[in-house]
């Protein structure tokens, strides 16, 4: 089904949110001028922007205001927020054409911020992977994810600081793992990816 890697996204997601100790939400995020929770506010917020969308009601969430969305508890917020959304993302709903869609610059900040979201959950695989052989094509996929996600922000002219932090990140680990430090635009000797079986 359509939603299940959008399900896998918001478990990842919920995974990272869960994992924040109490005393941890006002520490800054790689979002320059964020807290880490203006930066779950503000997933919290789209959540409530498309269940809006898909019941066809105008946004509920402030998109200035992430910390507010977020609340005392901001894994409560993202738990009912998720749930109310997925109970209304029914067939009919999910079929409703998008007119952001048709925005460029919109469509483009959404695809640059979902790219970056994904680089930031796979990054969070960093303890296993440095633990990982010299060698091991996970090192090099991270890298190309942070990559990929800086190419895609840069692309679309949006999240200028998050997709220089992204490059930073990706040359840090480069450095780091001297064995994903490999041209990856030769497709000859870097197919695209498969998921392991």
Known sequence: MVLDGFVRALDGFEAVVAGVPADRWDAPSPCEGWSAVDVAGHVIGNLRAVEAFATGSQEAADPAAPRSVAGDDPLAAWRSAREDMMAVLEPRAL???VPEAQ?????????????????????????????????????????????????TAEAHRALPHLAGWARRTADVLRRRWPDADLDLTDWARFPPYSPRR
């Open 95 to 97: 079929a409703r054409g």
């Open 103 to 151: 925005d460029d610059r919109r469509y483009g900040f959404a695809l640059a911020a979902a790219c970056m979201s994904w680089a930031l959950l796979r990054l969070h695989r960093f303890a296993v992977l440095d633990t990982r052989a010299p060698g091991d094509h996970s090192r090099l996929q991270l890298v190309e994810t942070l990559e990929s996600a800086a190419r």
